[in-house]
């Protein structure tokens, strides 16, 4: 039998920071508690070197239940299409115009973040429910589905 593994998802980044707040708002996530002893991930950056400030930083489900999510600084810039990208699940259960309109309801809101709206996909019954490509802040692409 084989043993059921967890997954965390990393993100090569330019602002670890900027982009795990981001995607906490994209899924209803949050970032973990600072380490003991500090109220605040502010006041753990403060005791830091200046150069690993804002070198990583994590989100995750407060419930437990999704994956975790770690986002690391990098030099070099993102410079072609992601070969793994996200499908945030915006609106389950609904098909047809019903579906596109929640799908599009959530990209606005997505826009407002500051992501980037790429290509909308009509549904197109029976392989396709219909989607939005989006980038996030980063370039990073995902979809809307």
Wanted: proline share 10%; with cysteine.
């Amino acid at each position: 039998m084989t043993t059921i593994r967890q997954v965390q998802v990393t993100f090569d980044c330019a602002d670890p920071r900027a982009l795990s707040l981001f995607w906490n708002e994209v899924l209803g996530y949050e970032l973990p508690p600072p380490p003991p002893g500090f109220e605040s991930w502010d006041a753990f950056a403060a005791t830091l070197p200046e150069h690993l400030r804002n070198s990583a930083s994590a989100s995750q489900d407060p419930d437990g239940a999704g994956p975790r999510l770690f986002f690391q600084r990098v030099p070099e810039g993102k410079v072609v299409k992601n070969r793994v990208h996200l499908d945030v699940r915006a609106a389950p259960g609904l098909q047809g115009e019903e579906r596109m309109v929640a799908l599009e309801a959530e990209c606005e809101r997505l826009v407002a973040l500051g992501a980037t709206r790429v290509a909308r996909h009509e549904p197109a019954p029976p392989m396709g429910a219909g989607h939005i490509v989006m980038q996030d802040p980063e370039g990073n692409e995902f979809c809307l589905d």
